[in-house]
Each structure stands twice: as C-alpha cells, then as structure tokens.
C-alpha cells in the first residue's frame, strides 16, 4: 500500500519552524535510543526522547514533491519500528542548540507520553469517492426537480446556461447530504478497530469524494481492520471505490496526542 502524502501541522507553536539557509531539519521526535532510519538523518537526544534530523546544511530546504515524499517514506520507515510524533514538512529550527532548547526542553514531558501514547499503533487512512455515473444516478432518483431539469436539459432543445447552473447547484447539495450519510457510515463501522479516529468531509464544490477518513490501530488489529475495510469497499462497489493507506506515521494524530496523551 501507498503512503499518504498529505501532511498536518504536528508540533506546539512555539519554536516553530522557518525556512532558512542554515539549519536544522527535523522530521519528528522519537524515544531516545531509536537507530536513524536513514543514513541522511541523525538524532539529537535529550533525557527520553529524540529529534530526527537532517544535519545542518548550507543549502535552502526543497519544497518540491520529491522532498515531501522523502519527508513521508522517512517517517513511515521509522514508524515500523518505533512511535514518531511526525513534524510538519519543512521544519528548520536554526541549529542544533535551538532544536534541543525550543523543541525537546520545553515540551519533553508531553511528548514521551504521547509517544507512549503511540507504541504499538499506526494510522491507515481510507480515501472514498464516489462513482461519477452512478452517484448522479442516486440524486436523480432522490430530487425529483433535478431529474425533470437534467432531463429538460438533454431533450435536445439547446443548452440554457441558466438551467445549467441550477441543476450544478441542485446536484451539489443533495450530493452533500449524501456524503455526510456515507461519511458517517464509514466511520461508524470502523471505529470500532480504532484506538481515535478522525474523518474529513469535503465541501460541496470539490465533486465526488466522499471523505478521507485517518483511523489510529493497534497494530495487532490490523488484519480485522483492513477486513472491514474490505467489507464496505464490496458493500459500496456499485457506488464508490475506497483507497486503503497505511501503515504510516500518525500525522492526523500526533498533535491530539501530545494534547491528549491517553488516546481515547
């Protein structure tokens, strides 16, 4: 399976990261004593925990999709072995000394126990979308004035701007009302693998995706987990395919936790 891409902000305010020409990249922080998953990366320790870094360079960080994805496999390769708190992509503090005094220092106590938090689970996330055809099939069925309009629309009497915009705006909003039912229908039935989970819904305007829902597991769970999965994808394949990512790095989570350790 595929790692995602998609990365959320992970660390406290404070000491917050800038892009600068010298300094140090941090991917995450780890328990101390984690090997380095990289030869490019080192850790910096202090007491029970460890920052992942990149070491200081004289050369601008990349923010191509190239160094994302080396920001991702790093951290996904590290969370096989061990918990990581990941950081946002393109986090530079300005030295070594800043990243223990501004990172580690001031929020070690919080950031063991999320980590402790985190033994033994990773994040899958679920990618649903809608298919087109059969979707617009569904809300015909349910709104009748958009049926009567698609149907005027296509009678061959020429398009009508107006009507067109109408029937865009009609199919949008029974879609939403759709899509909050679905939404809640995929997490309710896999929530119940989850140690916490989190499901974001799109707004009306970006068409067929139903949601993107990031579910955290205990790793002995995993086969019923992506059985589940499973069972809604066949339970939706006239309607929708599901994308299943994962195990990765608890991006959707990390800041949850270093706020709220005990998971759920």
Known sequence: MS????????????????????????YGVVPAGTPAPAPEATLLTRDEIAALVMQPSARPVSRTRRALLTHVE???????????LPMRFGTVLPSERAVEEELLAPYHDAFVAALAAL?????????ARYLSD??????????PQARHLHERLHDGSGPDLADR????????????AIREVDAAF?????????????VRVPPAVEGYRVADAAFLVERERRAPFEEAVEE???????????????PMAAYDFADQLIHSPAGG
Do not use: K
């Not at 309710?188 to 140690?195: D, I, M, N, P, Q």
């Open 232 to 246: 809604v994808a066949s339970h939706w394949r006239h309607r929708a395919r599901l994308r299943l990512i994962g």
């Open 3 to 26: 790692n995602a891409a998609a990365l959320r902000p992970t660390a406290p305010r404070r000491g917050q990261a800038r892009l600068v020409r010298d300094g140090c990249y941090v």
């Open 74 to 84: 790093l951290l996904d390769r590290a969370s096989a072995t061990t918990p990581v």
């Open 165 to 176: 915009v109408r029937f865009g705006e009609m199919v949008a909003h029974a879609l939403m």
């Open 186 to 198: 995929l997490e309710g039935t896999l929530r119940r693998y989850a140690v916490l989970t989190v």
């Open 134 to 143: 059969a979707v617009l099939r569904e809300v015909l069925e349910r709104e």
């Open 119 to 127: 033994a033994g689970r990773a994040q899958f996330t679920v990618r």
